[in-house]
């Protein structure tokens, strides 16, 4: 189980790896965030996804009729599913999101419950300590939990199935001819967390300069509620960019990513994509701790450069066991173009996308 979004539901592919490798005996059902749950449409190795709003249980919203009822139905059918195992892949960061947990684990009547304990896991009766967010890996954390249940180390990678006719929507996305490097760019993240967002005139300036040092094929990408902020960084950048921003889902963003040489943004759902893809990654960072979020090795993450402004040394949201002022109005910070457009160079050399 877990809750959340798109990124989340990529790190949670090298748990699924691991998985498959040491417990062949169990079926695989997954219950993800709305937002997830496309990323294992097309995975053969999970036997059913299912999907929760995780925003009807947020705050006060959670005590409304229709978020207790949605809760109910689903304590209801995982009960009566009668599975014999529940990982919770979520830390027990505040008081309130532990009791949801425990609620969930106890109620639906699983004799196996495994999490991460901080010391709040007193429902659980099998345990990977949590030494906080940025101890290691999200990712690795989830294996880790796999490890337990298992009773042995064993290793997961990354890995995305891609739907055939995702692959066919993306390579008509592009334009003819397709000149190399492809340099996907992802200037939004939607709505959560936007204090992770960088300037339009940022991105432009960083296409500018990739266009007159490699040209290629620039990418704007993103979902819908990201097109208007898209069309403004293709206004201000003074070179030909696509716009593909609101034409792809889950799938086809994933089949478009494999057609790139690089991608270029913040800590988002796409940036996941990318690394799991084993597409070469800059990613910019500013309020969210990429020691929990960012490439991780030793799950199979793609080759990547994480770049933070001089005056964002460090995070301060999810760091250790507390979320920190997640609505903090902040930024990236001074972070410089030119850098950003040098990380990206470098890393499009060491590839020989010629």
């Not at 749950?37 to 006060?60: K, N, Q, T, Y």
């Not at 790139?260 to 996941?272: A, E, F, K, R, T």
Request: hydrophobic share 45%; net charge neutral; with cysteine.
């Amino acid at each position: 189980m877990k809750l959340a979004d798109l990124g989340d539901a990529v790190l949670l592919t090298a748990a699924v790896d691991a998985a498959c490798n040491s417990l062949p005996e169990y079926d695989l059902d997954l219950l993800l965030g709305r937002a997830g749950a496309p990323v294992f449409e097309h995975d053969s190795r999970v036997r059913r996804v299912l999907s929760f709003d995780r925003h009807l249980i947020s705050g006060r919203r959670a005590f409304t009729p229709r978020s207790l009822l949605a809760w109910g139905k689903l304590l209801w059918f995982l009960r009566r599913e009668r599975y014999d195992a529940l990982i919770l892949a979520h830390h027990m960061t505040t008081l309130f999101g532990t009791l949801k947990l425990a609620s969930l684990a106890l109620l639906c009547g699983v004799p196996v419950r495994v999490g991460l304990d901080n010391g709040r896991g007193f429902f659980l009766n099998m345990r990977y300590r949590d030494d906080g967010m940025g101890a290691i890996s999200e990712g690795a954390y989830c294996v880790r939990l796999i490890q337990v249940l298992g009773g042995a180390p064993v290793p997961g990678r990354l890995s995305v199935r891609v739907d055939p006719k995702a692959e066919t929507r993306a390579g008509n996305l592009l334009p003819e001819p397709v000149r190399r490097p492809v340099v996907a760019i992802h200037h939004g993240l939607g709505g959560w967390i936007p204090s992770r967002g960088w300037t339009p005139d940022g991105y432009a300036r960083v296409a500018e300069i990739l266009h007159d040092r490699v040209e290629g094929t620039l990418l704007l990408i993103g979902g819908p509620e990201e097109v208007a902020a898209a069309r403004q960084v293709a206004a201000l950048a003074n070179v030909p960019i696509e716009v593909m921003a609101g034409q792809t889902d889950v799938q086809a963003l994933a089949a478009l990513l494999r057609r790139c040489d690089l991608y270029i943004g913040p800590d988002s759902g796409p940036m996941q994509l990318a690394l799991a893809l084993q597409v070469p990654v800059v990613s910019l960072w500013g309020p969210t701790n990429e020691a929990a979020w960012g490439p991780c090795e030793e799950i199979g993450a793609g080759k990547a450069v994480c770049l933070r402004a001089p005056d964002r040394p460090r995070p301060w949201i999810y760091v250790g066991h507390s979320m920190g002022e997640v609505y903090r109005d902040s930024d990236l910070g001074s972070l410089d173009p030119m850098l950003v457009a040098e990380a990206a160079i470098k890393l499009l050399e060491e590839r020989d996308y010629r």
